[in-house]
Every structure is written in C-alpha cells, then in structure tokens.
C-alpha cells in the first residue's frame, strides 16, 4: 500500500522569504499523480499545485513550485516570496492512475501536514 | 459556478442518535469521497463513490454509511455505533479516477458531540 510522509509537522517563514516543505512517498507503481493542498483556517482544501509522474519537468505555479525526485520519491513543495495569506495547513497526496473503474484509483493518500507560519 | 455543497456547517450529535451529514455537487463529476480529519491526522477515507448505486469501504467506515442514488449527491451518515464521532468532515468530487483531474473539496461540516 501506497504512504505519504510529511516529516515536518511544523514550519516558520518570514514574509518575503523562501520556504520548502517536505514530502515523501512510498509506491511500487511507475505511474502517478501528486498534489500539494493547502488547508487555511477557514478549512477549505484548495489544490496548489499538482505533478504527473511521467513528467520529468517540475510543476510550477505563480510563486508555487515542486521538486519532484522520482527515484527518491521525494515530492517537496516550495513557496517563494512568502505572503502572509500563506499561512496554513499544507498537505502532500498521492494518487494512483490505474485504470480499473470502480475499485481504489483516484482515491488521494495524504499525508499528516505541515503548519506553515509567516512572520510579518 | 460549480462546486460542492456540505450542510449543514456545524452539527450537533446527541447520545444514540443518527445524524446525516449532505453533499451536494454540480460539477458533473462520478467520484465522490467522504473524509474525516482529526486534529494531527491530516485526512481520512471513510467512503467512497465511483459510480452512481455503487459505493467502497475506506480505511475507518466503521460506524458511517452512505448512498448513491443521483450523481450529484452522497450523504454521509453518522450512526450511534460511531462511539468518537466529533471530528471534521470534508465531501470531495472528481473526474474518473484514472484521470490527473484533482479532488475539488467542499467547506466541510464540523461535528460534535452534545
């Protein structure tokens, strides 16, 4: 069975600054998806960014970007230029591509998440 | 705008007592997926829908049901059998499963126990 790991339950980032966000998974499958939610304090997820794993290409979104290592199923998440509109829960999930309707694919493993702060 | 649609925000459960938790979606989508979040647990699978009459087991259904009867909704139930029931709960959509199209989520409703 398929595991996300996030090692940091909690990170701090001044405003402006640069922040990474770690992220690890665990598969025997050579295809997949990844995505980084973001959760703020209202709860909403709202999806930041998303990675095919056939793509060799980091996914890039505004100030959003990913460092995906795919041989170390390594899958971390980087937010530059930080805002304070920034601050919240952030979770890794893995999604598995397999083509067999109506069982488990497309079922989102998550991770446990990160707090993120900014400081003013 | 399309979207997904919990209610009610906040719930209140008394001893014994079923309650039922909406999600409504106008986003077309075949999949739907019940989620329970704790705090320090990140997500949790509780159900979840790949077709219309058709539903799976997650990793902690014990205690919950659900049905499928349209495609736009997939109620939640709370039953008396689930002894820790005050917890966060987020209803999610997609596309096919086999597709990269992400789970959009709604607001989520808040449970607790009277």
């Known amino acids: 069975a398929q595991t996300v790991t996030q090692s940091q339950p909690e990170m701090s980032v001044q405003e402006a600054e640069t922040v990474t966000l770690s992220c690890t998974y665990d598969?025997?499958?050579?295809?997949?998806?990844l995505f980084w939610y973001k959760q703020p304090p209202s709860r909403q997820m709202i999806l930041v960014i998303r990675?095919?794993?056939?793509?060799?290409q980091n996914a890039t979104e505004n100030r959003f970007s990913v460092n995906f290592q795919k041989a170390a199923k390594s899958f971390s998440l980087k937010i530059s230029d930080s805002q304070l509109g920034d601050a919240a829960m952030y979770f890794c999930?893995?999604?598995?591509?397999?083509?067999?309707?109506?069982?488990?694919?497309?079922?989102?493993?998550f991770g446990k998440g990160t707090k993120l702060s900014v400081k003013p | 705008d399309g979207g997904i649609t919990q209610s009610p925000k906040y719930l209140f459960r008394k001893e014994g007592q079923n309650v039922t938790l909406s999600c409504e979606q106008n986003l077309n989508h075949d999949a739907m997926y019940w989620y329970r979040q704790d705090p320090g647990q990140g997500l949790r699978l509780i159900y979840y829908s790949q077709i219309v009459n058709d539903f799976q087991k997650g990793d902690i259904a014990e205690g919950y049901s659900v049905s499928r009867e349209k495609k736009e909704s997939f109620p939640l139930t709370v039953t008396s059998a689930q002894k820790n029931p005050t917890a966060f709960y987020l209803c999610a959509s997609s596309a096919p499963g086999y597709s990269n199209q992400p789970q959009h989520f709604g607001d989520g409703t808040r449970l607790s126990i009277l």
């Open positions: 999930a893995y999604r598995s591509v397999t083509k067999n309707y109506g069982g488990s694919q497309g079922n989102l493993i």
């Open positions: 598969t025997s499958e050579s295809d997949y998806y």
């Open positions: 990675q095919e794993a056939y793509k060799q």
